[in-house]
């Protein structure tokens, strides 16, 4: 979570329990004191979300399972579509897909939490017992961590949590060096040999960013360790840090608690500074409690991100029923305040995606949830195409506001690629100057989303093929230079170098196409790209979907699948 004041009005995010392990979530955010109420909901919605988690007004973020059913706990303004009067909100679901509504759950009613009930995460007791961590706001506005619990366990629905008498459990002090306000954000609980429970919190001090680590026999009495699990310098505040167990030899999810030779550890953070979230792969030492990162692994723009478009305040959760972990992230706004406020809402929930450990045992591998695909409707295939140098080809018969689409690329003439200048070493940057108009050999060619009659809007999605030393490059850029006439949004655009062996691998993309968002991966999910985005001509029955390339050289297209979707059931 962030009390901390930014430029950005944003967070959303989590605190989902499953099985063995759970979320929590949150990151940095204004508080607009003066523009809470909402007006009723406008009827014309073209930017509402079909599938993704959403409320049906206001500012929201934020996800557990608890026999057998999914809980979303998620941080909600119930007053307006900004940030302030914040619950926790909570839905329930029996597939990650459809989601049904409950009264909140969480809300300031102690001292320990009076100023704000903010992110945190939920565990499994050994007993089935689920537990909360959140952080609180105190009246010397201090962020603690307190304790939350069921009041009913026999309700599978868990819709009355009461708190901790005794809250908070852990509270900053001058005796263990703690700043007051950069202490928030309780990860899932895991237990160690020693059957000693473990936990960190987000911190810093001065530039470094902290993973503090607390300690404790009960659960009720937590002992702040001598030094963090891991810590870097130039970072500044570590938000929602998020430190999990992932199998080498397995695609099966594993435990939160597991420790052994079987593993490695990843320890993700949200830097409150930039707005970025980086993952780094591991060794946990659980004798001296200490995260050792791999050789290379960092916590910078060098270092590896879950997705490196709009996606912050991410957590994962052990889904112990289908033995997988999941990842959840908050998707924030692109448009400004007052059309924030205008429309009625703001924030919403990514598709929950499965996460995996690559062979290479390098980086992640993420894919959205199976059960998603229950959505697909009326697809539409073709395969073995040839796609010139300069073409669009439409891609019929979909509804290209609301889609699933995967398509896979052949290419030849990798010689003819052009060549990696050495300086080009910010992916970002070289998608900003190289977007979807700016031609070369191999590259740009993928796919143009929520594109209007005549291209005057879309969003393209596509690859460039740069022949770098002794190997080949791939470029994956989301471009929204053209996905809106209106000149107010965010337009970012967004890269990142695929790790792709092109001689033995296929080139593939998938996106998720939502109204208003772009969920992308690429190379079957070894490199992820959420856009955000709020056209005016490509909406409803004026959005197109097209296959192109606009490189000199001929591609192929391999195989092409395209599925309209249907609407989720959400609140």
């Known amino acids: 979570m962030a009390i901390s004041s930014s430029s950005w009005a944003l ?10 392990g759970v979320f929590k979530l949150e990151a940095s955010h204004n508080v607009y004191t003066n523009l809470q109420v909402s007006e009723s909901v406008p009827a014309e919605q073209p930017y509402r979300t079909s599938y993704h988690f959403q409320p049906p007004k206001n500012w929201i973020n934020g996800p557990m399972i608890y026999k057998g059913l999914y809980h979303l706990f998620y941080q909600y303004n119930l007053k307006g579509a900004v940030w302030g009067n914040i619950v926790w909100a909570h839905s329930t679901s029996t597939d990650l897909v459809n989601w049904t509504p409950h009264d909140p759950a969480i809300y300031p009613s102690q001292p320990s939490d009076i100023n704000g009930c903010w992110s945190g995460s939920t565990t499994i007791l050994p007993n089935g017992k689920p537990v909360i961590f959140y952080t609180g706001i105190d009246p010397q506005n201090r962020q603690v961590q307190n304790l939350a619990m069921p009041k009913n366990l026999s309700d599978p629905f868990l819709r009355e949590w009461v708190k901790l008498t005794k809250n908070p459990l852990m509270a900053p002090a001058q005796t263990n060096r703690i ?23 987000g911190s810093k001090r001065d530039r470094r960013g902290l993973a503090i680590l ?11 360790a001598q030094h963090p699990l891991h810590s870097a310098k130039g970072n500044g505040m570590w938000e929602c840090p998020d430190f999990f167990p992932v199998a080498v030899d397995s695609p099966i999810g594993v435990d939160t608690s597991v420790i052994g030779n079987k593993v490695k550890h990843v320890l993700k953070v949200s830097l409150d500074d930039t707005k970025h979230e980086y993952y780094t792969i591991g060794t946990y030492a659980i004798k001296k409690d200490k995260y050792i990162p791999d050789e290379g692994s960092v916590e910078s723009d060098a270092g590896l991100r879950y997705d490196y478009g709009k996606f912050y305040a991410s957590k994962t959760f052990f889904d112990s029923v289908k033995r997988r972990r999941i990842l959840w992230g908050w998707i924030n706004e692109s448009s400004s305040v ?70 896979s690329f052949k290419i030849s003439g990798l010689e003819k ?19 979807a108009s700016v031609k070369s050999s191999l590259g740009p060619f993928g796919l143009l989303v929520l594109a209007s009659n005549g291209l005057k809007e879309y969003t393209a999605v596509f690859f460039r093929i740069f022949k770098g030393h002794n190997k080949y490059v791939v470029l994956l850029c989301s471009d929204q230079s053209r996905s809106s006439l209106k000149q107010d949004n965010d337009k970012t655009t967004y890269g990142v170098f695929l790790n792709v ?33 709020y056209p005016t001509l490509a909406i409803g029955d004026g959005a197109y979907l097209f ?25």
Request: aromatic share 8%; net charge positive; with cysteine.
């Open 417 to 435: 690629a052009e060549v990696l200048d050495p300086t080009w070493t910010n992916p970002q940057i070289l998608c900003s100057q190289k977007g």
């Open 547 to 571: 296959a192109f390339n606009n490189g000199t050289q001929d591609v192929e297209i391999a195989n092409l699948n395209a599925w309209s979707m249907k609407k989720a059931k959400i609140n």
């Open 179 to 201: 700043n007051s306000s950069s202490f928030r954000d309780p990860t899932t609980a895991w237990r160690g040999p020693d059957n000693r429970w473990r936990i960190i919190i």
């Open 214 to 224: 607390y300690r404790s026999r009960d659960f009720l009495n937590w002992v702040k």
């Open 338 to 407: 007052n059309d924030d406020i205008n429309k009625g809402w703001a924030g919403v929930q990514a598709i929950p995606r499965t996460l995996l450990l690559d062979k290479s045992g390098k980086q992640l591998i993420q894919w959205p949830v199976p059960e998603i695909e229950k959505l697909r409707i009326n697809q539409v295939n073709f395969s073995n195409k040839l796609l010139k140098g300069g073409s669009v080809l439409k891609v019929p018969k979909v509804t290209a506001t609301q889609a699933d689409v995967e398509i």
């Open 11 to 20: 967070l959303f995010f989590l605190a989902i329990l499953l099985s063995h």
């Open 501 to 533: 062996d092109l001689v033995h691998e296929t080139l593939s993309l998938r996106s998720l196409i939502d109204h208003s968002i772009v969920e992308s991966f690429g190379g079957k999910g070894k490199a992820c790209i959420t856009a955000r985005v």
